[in-house]
């Protein structure tokens, strides 16, 4: 009988899995028995719960709560301001023409305080501002609709209009691509300038989207050593191992082969021999899913190519990877 994983981990951090519509009931048994904590894959992002302007939909944003506050679950709240999965009518006019900085800023308030209102004390950590650091070499903050119309200050304003709805909430940055050097420091000057202002900002998300060929557990180690230098918390939150590198787009797989298990089994025992070496300063580690049954990168980077990406497989069982991270 497999131990809980969580309760393995109740002296080191939360253990938590992204869940969508389907998976709270199709994976229910697997999150009630190993996670302590739930995140809304798609449901609480700003298209899902304001589709038109003034149009809340919190139907299924409803429903991941009363599961997590009938299971004593944690949840953490993804994401508040992103340049995706963002309706267009944020940014726009009724004629189409692009809105104004007033305008935009009243609808970034408005969003974010009745979305944060309704589920105030129930959340205990919230993305607020998600992937606005850019990947091109040299370029700090990548394009958005939100940084051409606002500026710098869009980020900034989102963290003080998310702490005044939610006082008691830990307000995150998210990113992917976290343990990259260069990306890292950019990471890093973000956060220090949010905090160098005394912007409400609490932790670091480290989205952790990682394979069984990267990164390196020196780069992890080099980007958690410079985050929590910060005196922030460090969460991962939607942590995944493709079998697969970033640009390998084979698709000839049905099924994960033993050569790709047992590198997957490498790699989660040395991040969490890791992970636990941190246990100060790491307040959670979300997977960004629960088993290898459904992953949203089943569909990126290669659509319709099926990933293994967790410690739990298609079936439900435990893979070789579980054992690593409870026989500690
Ligand atoms: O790993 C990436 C590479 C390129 C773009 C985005 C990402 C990760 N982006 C994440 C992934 C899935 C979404 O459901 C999450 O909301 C988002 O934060």
């Known amino acids: 009988m497999p131990p809980s994983l969580y309760a393995k981990y109740k002296d080191y951090f939360p253990i938590g899995a992204a869940v969508n519509s389907k998976t709270l009931h199709s994976e229910q048994e697997l999150l009630k028995k190993h996670f302590n904590s739930i995140t809304a894959e798609n449901e609480m992002k700003p298209i899902l719960l304001q589709p038109q302007e003034g149009i809340f939909t919190f139907e299924k944003s409803d429903e991941m709560f009363a599961f997590a506050e009938a299971n004593n679950k944690m949840v953490?709240?993804?994401?508040?301001?992103?340049?995706?999965?963002?309706?267009?009518w944020f940014f726009e006019n009724e004629d189409g023409t692009q809105v104004s900085r007033e305008k935009l800023i009243e609808r970034m308030e408005t969003h974010i305080t009745t979305v944060v209102s309704r589920y105030k004390g129930r959340v205990y950590a919230w993305d607020v501002v998600n992937e606005v650091i850019s990947d091109h070499e040299g370029e700090y903050l990548r394009k958005s609709k939100w940084l051409d119309i606002l500026g710098e200050d869009f980020i900034s304003i989102a963290f003080e209009i998310a702490h005044k709805a939610d006082?008691?909430?830990?307000?995150?940055?998210?990113?992917?691509?976290?343990?990259?050097?260069?990306?890292?420091?950019?990471?890093?000057?973000?956060?220090?300038?949010?905090?160098?202002?005394?912007?409400?900002?609490?932790?670091?998300?480290?989205?952790?989207?990682?394979?069984?060929?990267g990164p390196t557990i020196d780069d992890i180690r080099a980007a958690i050593e410079r985050y929590s230098s910060l005196g922030l918390q460090l969460q991962l939150t939607e942590l995944d191992v493709s079998v697969f590198e970033h640009g390998d787009k084979r698709t000839d797989l049905t099924e994960p082969t033993e050569e790709l298990l047992e590198l997957q089994e490498k790699r989660y025992d040395e991040f969490f021999k890791l992970l636990r070496e941190y246990r100060d300063v790491i307040t959670g580690v979300t997977f960004w899913g629960v088993s290898d049954r459904y992953t949203w990168l089943s569909d990126f980077p290669v659509r319709g190519r099926k990933n293994w990406p967790f410690v739990f497989d298609v079936d439900q069982n435990p893979k070789e990877s579980f054992w690593k991270l409870v026989n500690f």
Not at 79 to 85: G, I, K, M, S, Y
Not at 194 to 204: F, N, S
Request: aromatic letters at 12%; glycine letters at 6%; hydrophobic letters at 30%.
């Open 167 to 213: 006082p008691e909430a830990s307000l995150f940055y998210n990113d992917y691509n976290e343990s990259d050097p260069e990306k890292r420091e950019k990471i890093y000057r973000l956060v220090k300038s949010l905090k160098d202002k005394g912007v409400p900002i609490h932790g670091v998300g480290l989205q952790a989207h990682w394979n069984i060929y």
């Open 76 to 88: 953490r709240g993804h994401t508040l301001v992103w340049h995706n999965q963002t309706p267009d």
